[in-house]
Nanobody
């Protein structure tokens, strides 16, 4: 089983930046994609971005395109989410998820079978 640990969350002013990290350990074989989701209070968990380890293909939610970049460390099993021009509506708990290459739609929580514990991002207006 793979373990995912997120870090990098915190409190930031609107317009600021944060970089989240997701470190994978344990049995990573069979996991070929990593995604970030977020969940605000009272709302459903929604996809933010995903990166495919093979080929580096990336996917972004429309709400974050142009402000967010997902990337993977070249040698380590760590995925980053660089978030710029943050808005109060970006406030949420951010979760890292991992899954197989062709497990389903990139934006569906059902595509991923490993999840981290989440890290809080709060954007003050």
């Amino acid at each position: 089983q793979v373990q995912l640990v997120e870090s990098g969350g915190g409190l930031v002013q609107a317009g600021g930046s944060l970089r989240l990290s997701c470190a994978a350990s344990g049995r990573t074989s069979g996991y070929y994609v990593t995604a970030w989701f977020r969940q605000a209070p009272g709302k459903e968990r929604e996809a933010v971005a995903r990166i495919d380890w093979n080929g580096g293909f990336t996917y972004y939610a429309d709400s974050v395109k142009g402000r967010v970049t997902i990337s993977k460390h070249s040698t380590q099993n760590t995925v980053y989410l660089q978030m710029n021009s943050l808005k109060p509506e970006d406030t949420a708990v951010y979760y890292c998820a991992a899954g197989p290459q062709y497990g389903g739609p990139w934006y569906s929580t059902n595509t991923y079978d490993a999840w981290g514990q989440g890290t809080q991002v709060t954007v003050a207006s």
